[in-house]
């Protein structure tokens, strides 16, 4: 690991992970990812952010601050993934990350395999996971089958897994295109993919491993997931609308 992060003190990192019921997995992903963001060093920090869990999440995150020096815990209201994510994205634009990584509190990806995303970080805009042989049920890869032939249906667009929690964002790019996603947009690493890849950005796809849950619940049943699908194809549809619109403008 040191030799991957060796030269890396000139710029920081901020990984972002939302956070919701998850006091049995919290503990040991914290301190999984802090272990990167410590050896990237520098202003770099690790931002969990507590999306008002009925649990202990958060208690667990404030204990942890002592232990993980990078460590930085948030809190706020519940609004759902998309919300907390645009959330925590916006808050490592505001503190000056150089770059921003993104990936979820459930233990289900390693950060082992972020060394190749941060390698490359300079060659291309984004750098997304996508998840080879995934191991979290059926019905979320029902979810991501059905997801991919929307995009294509609806924007033209060509990509196997558009809603992969590991991501690696120059903040210049994110900050370009998070002004085009609604706030409390639900599937917003989506549309994200959809805007850079719509804008012909360079964006490469690395596979990664993505494992069973590592404990507790998951809170998105398979009936919530087609009532977050229906919506999110008419948001799509809408939103497709205002960028051809602007196509238009800017041609």
């Known amino acids: 690991m040191t030799d991957v992060y060796s030269a890396s ?35 770099s920090r690790l931002v969990i952010i507590n999306d008002g869990s009925k649990d202990h999440t958060y208690e667990k995150l404030l204990e942890l601050q002592s232990a993980l020096p990078y460590l930085v815990p948030l809190t706020k209201p519940n ?16 503190q000056g990350a150089d770059y921003i990584f993104q990936t979820d509190s459930d233990g ?18 984004a750098i997304i996971g996508s998840r080879n042989h995934r191991q979290d049920g059926w019905s979320r890869i029902l979810v991501t089958k059905v997801l991919k032939v929307s995009l294509r249906v609806i924007f ?27 706030a409390k947009f639900n599937l917003s690493n989506v549309l994200l ?17 993505f494992r069973p849950r590592q404990g ?11 009532r977050i699908g229906r919506q999110a194809i ?18």
């Open 79 to 94: 609004g759902g993934h998309g919300a907390t994510l645009l959330y925590g994205y916006q808050y490592a634009l505001d």
């Open 216 to 226: 507790g619940k998951n809170s998105i049943n398979f009936r919530r997931i087609v």
């Open 108 to 125: 289900q990806t390693l950060p082992s395999e972020f060394g190749a995303f941060w390698e490359a970080r300079a060659k291309h805009a």
């Open 234 to 251: 008419k948001d799509f549809r809408q939103i497709r609308k205002s960028m051809r619109a602007s196509h238009k403008i800017e041609s």
């Open 156 to 182: 033209g667009i060509r990509v196997t897994d558009a809603n992969t929690p590991y991501r690696l964002l120059r903040r210049d790019v994110l900050a370009k295109y998070m002004p085009q996603i609604p």
């Open 9 to 43: 003190t000139e710029e920081s990192l901020y990984i972002i992970i939302p956070a919701y019921n998850e006091e049995m997995n919290i503990d040991s992903v914290a301190r999984e990812w802090h272990s990167i963001v410590e050896a990237v060093g520098g202003g």
């Open 193 to 209: 993919t959809v805007l850079l890849l719509d804008a012909h950005e360079d964006v490469l796809f690395l596979p990664i491993t």
